[in-house]
């Protein structure tokens, strides 16, 4: 190996864990609200939990936005539309599933109802899913660590019982 591929080796790893970082602290999303979900997602902007000290300020263009926060209920109606939405984000993209109805859909799973999706892991791929219905805002913050930490690398600690 010569001298000149191992400096542009670290070169290239250095760079590429400055962008990582910047990556992960300047999470710009756009949201697909419906529900009890987005209103705890804009409770989580408001002054009392400031999201944007994170690094994560909304965008109403998604072709601006980096990370997608579903939530609340998808129908298969709207499908083709949240579908446009991912494909119109540039890479690399990430997508933050809020609450049961987005995960599993909730009280409005398939069992009780035609029209909606069974989780929205099944039209887009789901990085990080927010437990709870409503996630309070400190469920939600800590959706935003973990995806942080997984753009950066690390992984976190698992509970052991």
Same mark, same amino acid.
């Given at each position: 190996?010569?001298?000149?591929? =191992?400096? &542009?080796? *670290?070169?290239?790893?250095? @760079?590429?864990?400055? #962008?990582?970082?910047?990556?992960?602290?300047?999470?710009?999303?756009?949201?697909?609200?419906?529900?009890?979900?987005?209103?705890?997602? #804009?409770?989580?902007? !408001?002054? +009392? $939990?400031?999201?944007?000290?994170?690094?994560?300020?909304?965008?109403?263009?998604?072709?601006?936005?980096?990370?997608?926060? @579903?939530? !609340?209920?998808?129908? $298969?109606? =709207?499908?083709?539309?949240?579908?446009? @939405? $991912?494909?119109?984000?540039?890479?690399?993209?990430?997508?933050?599933?809020?609450? &049961? /109805?987005?995960?599993?859909?909730?009280?409005?799973?398939?069992?009780? &109802?035609?029209?909606?999706?069974?989780?929205?892991? +099944? *039209?887009?791929?789901?990085?990080?899913?927010?437990?709870? /219905?409503?996630?309070?805002?400190?469920?939600?913050?800590?959706?935003? @660590?973990?995806?942080?930490?997984?753009? #950066?690398?690390?992984?976190?600690?698992?509970?052991?019982?």
């Amino acid at each position: 190996m010569s001298a000149s591929s =191992a400096v &542009s080796g *670290i070169y290239l790893s250095t @760079i590429g864990k400055l #962008l990582d970082w910047s990556r992960a602290g300047s999470l710009w999303f756009t949201s697909t609200g419906s529900g009890c979900c987005a209103d705890e997602l #804009l409770q989580t902007m !408001g002054a +009392r $939990y400031d999201l944007e000290r994170f690094g994560a300020i909304p965008q109403p263009d998604p072709r601006q936005s980096d990370l997608l926060i @579903i939530s !609340g209920l998808v129908s $298969y109606k =709207a499908v083709p539309n949240l579908k446009k @939405i $991912y494909d119109s984000m540039l890479e690399p993209r990430y997508v933050l599933a809020l609450g &049961s /109805c987005a995960s599993c859909g909730g009280p409005f799973s398939p069992e009780f &109802s035609y029209s909606a999706v069974p989780g929205v892991d +099944r *039209i887009i791929p789901v990085d990080i899913y927010v437990p709870g /219905c409503p996630p309070r805002p400190e469920a939600i913050m800590n959706g935003i @660590i973990a995806l942080q930490e997984k753009i #950066l690398g690390n992984q976190r600690a698992e509970a052991k019982n």
